[in-house]
């Protein structure tokens, strides 16, 4: 038996005690405080000491308490600006310049909302008119914490300009720009966000102690470093292994083994980090991923040419226990194969990742273009981008894990959020939910618990917009059933809370991107929901959503919100896709559709009593082509509530 060694780095950061002056973090050169509330402004400075605040030219004071916190709050105040603010006390003067008062949006989620312009489309003409888009930015630098903190890292404001824009949220900043331009005031969004991040991460313990949901996974969370490493070995080899015990195999062990003896192995979608696979999540060390493809004994007699992208690792690749790259000659992990390389039926192509070439951050798996992922013949090109490699680490190497988001739960809401608060924000864009698709049923009760939660903290019922996943991964029937069509329902179920609203983004994803880069579209469709929901301003649509279901004998009406001005199809040929329909034994036909002035009839002639309808239940519906007259993507939807594929799983 071999026993396996690891080591957990933490970082654990304190906050010495502030003999001198200082306000919070969010407090600087240009910053933009939010117009018609109440501005509460804080900070540190010596016990028991008197400090002066000027804002607007109205002076605030207050006395230090024992630690030395103090706090001052101005009344409403309309938007304006520039203005400085002055903080004294005793010989100590902070100056603040170019200070707005307009709208403050905190913009938050997982990588999608980290995304920065400078690699969404458009960002070569929005770097061009910058510096008149009144549009500023606070971004919240990254750090987990197990403990509630009460200031951040570090963090500015920054003006869009040429020089800066490219660092925005995408989303974040086509969301502000419409509303600036709708408005006409300067919009501020504070940008704390984390890719691969799951929702239960940014809720803060004493709420997931308060929910039936989840209060019994709190107790066993984890409290210190060690306890964090634990917890993620345990994890990671549970979901590696599958329950089974750890066996160790060498890379020519595993290059012999044929097609089949993968199928244990657990998935993983690549072009793609490790980051965002799994559980390997925090995993540093090295692994294997493997890919099955299946051809025609007719192309066992030609030649080709297999591109594998790029890799951050000493890789060593393998297609049926041959060494591909010994050679050393490929560029960008571009080679060419000779005839006999392939053979008929199942081969195997064997990646070994090893030790990472550049050390300065830890990266790895594949990274390409889908386009740049394949193995091409004269006359054919397989795609190796998609969700059918298999991946499992290699612990019989050296590894550790290190403090990351999702080895606990709570650690951003204290390191990312609590920070944050009392400052006076508009309200959230958010824009999560790939990394709690795998518990999508659950989410129907996570992320309303989330928008309360940070509710209750800022004492406000603020507005909460969100982005509904976009297309992303398979085209797999209701048969099979979809957790991302799952998680996108949980996420309509959200809208019952007052002040929600969402932007529906299907047809502006990609199946083989969990990235998108048209943000445009995905920040444009919130501020749509913004005017709608919190505004008021007229002349924006919104996305119809299912109101009711008829069903009839041989087919079903499907009525639909936001539809008054009727129903398009996006199709040259006019016909609708992306419906299915299913009688009382519970089988899903793809069903036939047609618009009726602002309802959809569909049906199938293998179903001649449907009961149920379901719209885009797929976890890349890119077949769906509903839209309103106004443009925008009918969300999907199912009308039946049979049991879903993620019901029974939970966080913990």
Not at 181 to 209: F, Y
Request: net charge positive.
């Amino acid at each position: 038996m071999k026993v396996f060694f690891f080591v957990a780095l933490a970082c654990f950061c304190t906050q010495a005690g502030f003999a001198q002056l200082a306000t919070g973090k969010l407090f600087s050169n240009h910053m933009v405080l939010q117009r018609n509330q109440a501005i509460p402004v804080w900070g540190k400075a010596a016990k028991r000491a008197k400090v002066s605040v000027s804002l607007n030219n109205i002076i605030k004071t207050a006395t230090t308490d024992a630690q030395g916190n103090w706090k001052v709050s101005y009344l409403a105040m309309k938007e304006g600006g520039p203005y400085t603010m002055i903080v004294s006390s005793g010989k100590e003067t902070i100056t603040y310049a170019d200070v707005m008062l307009g709208e403050v949006w905190l913009c938050s989620g997982q990588s999608n909302m980290e995304f920065q312009l400078k690699n969404a489309y458009g960002f070569k003409a929005e770097r061009k008119i910058a510096a008149i888009v009144p549009v500023r930015q606070f971004y919240v630098p990254h750090k987990v914490s197990l403990k509630p903190e009460t200031e951040l890292t570090g963090g500015e404001w920054k003006v869009a300009a040429a020089n800066t824009v490219g660092d925005f949220s995408a989303v974040g900043y086509f969301y502000a720009k419409r509303l600036a331009g709708n408005l006409h005031v300067t919009v501020g969004i504070i940008n704390s966000s984390w890719g691969g991040t799951e929702a239960e991460d940014w809720i803060s313990k004493d709420a997931m102690l308060a929910s039936h949901e989840l209060a019994a996974v709190v107790p066993g969370l984890p409290v210190n470093d060690k306890e964090l490493a634990a917890r993620a070995d345990k994890r990671l080899k549970l979901w590696a292994y599958r329950g089974m015990p750890v066996v160790n195999y060498t890379t020519a062990e595993l290059a012999a083994k044929p097609a089949s003896f993968f199928d244990t192995w657990q998935q993983g979608y690549m072009p793609s980090s490790w980051e965002w696979v799994g559980r390997l999540y925090s995993y540093r060390g090295q692994g294997f991923m493997q890919r099955t493809i299946i051809l025609d004994s007719t192309y066992a007699t030609e030649p080709s040419t297999i591109s594998l992208g790029q890799t951050n690792t000493s890789a060593a690749i393998y297609i049926n226990g041959i060494r591909i790259d010994k050679d050393g000659n490929s560029v960008d992990n571009k080679y060419q194969l000779p005839a006999g390389s392939w053979k008929g039926g199942a081969n195997t192509l064997l990646v070994a990742l090893g030790g990472q070439k550049d050390t300065s951050r830890f990266d790895i798996g594949l990274t390409a273009y889908s386009g740049d992922l394949n193995t091409r013949f004269a006359d054919t090109t397989i795609s190796f981008a998609d969700g059918k490699w298999r991946v499992i680490p290699d612990l019989s190497k050296p590894y550790h894990f290190d403090f990351m988001p999702n080895n606990n739960a709570f650690s951003l809401y204290n390191a990312m959020i609590n920070p944050l608060l009392p400052y006076g924000i508009a309200g959230v864009i958010w824009y999560q939910g790939e990394a709690n698709v795998e518990r999508a049923y659950q989410y129907r009760t996570v992320f309303p618990l989330l928008i309360n939660n940070w509710r209750e903290k800022w004492k406000s019922p603020f507005p909460f917009l969100f982005v509904q996943l976009a297309s992303f991964g398979g085209t797999q029937n209701s048969n099979t059933g979809s957790s991302w069509a799952e998680l996108r329902e949980a996420q309509n179920t959200t809208l019952k809370l007052p002040n929600t609203g969402t932007a529906i983004t299907i047809d502006v994803g990609d199946a083989f991107n969990i990235h998108p880069r048209d943000k445009a579209t995905v920040g444009y469709r919130l501020a749509a929901s913004a005017f709608n929901v919190v505004y008021h301003v007229p002349g924006f649509a919104e996305s119809p959503q299912l109101a009711s279901a008829d069903f009839s004998i041989g087919y079903a009406m499907i009525n639909l919100t936001h539809a008054e001005n009727g129903l398009m199809v996006k199709d040259k040929y006019g016909y609708l896709k992306g419906f299915e329909i299913a009688g009382a034994d519970h089988k899903f036909y793809y069903a036939q559709a047609v618009i009726s002035g602002n309802q959809v009839k569909i049906w199938s002639p293998n179903v001649p009593k449907p009961v149920a309808a379901r719209y885009a239940w797929t976890d890349a519906p890119i077949d769906a082509n509903l839209f309103n007259t106004q443009g925008m993507p009918v969300s999907p939807f199912r009308t039946d509530n049979w049991p879903s594929v993620s019901a029974g799983k939970k966080f913990e």
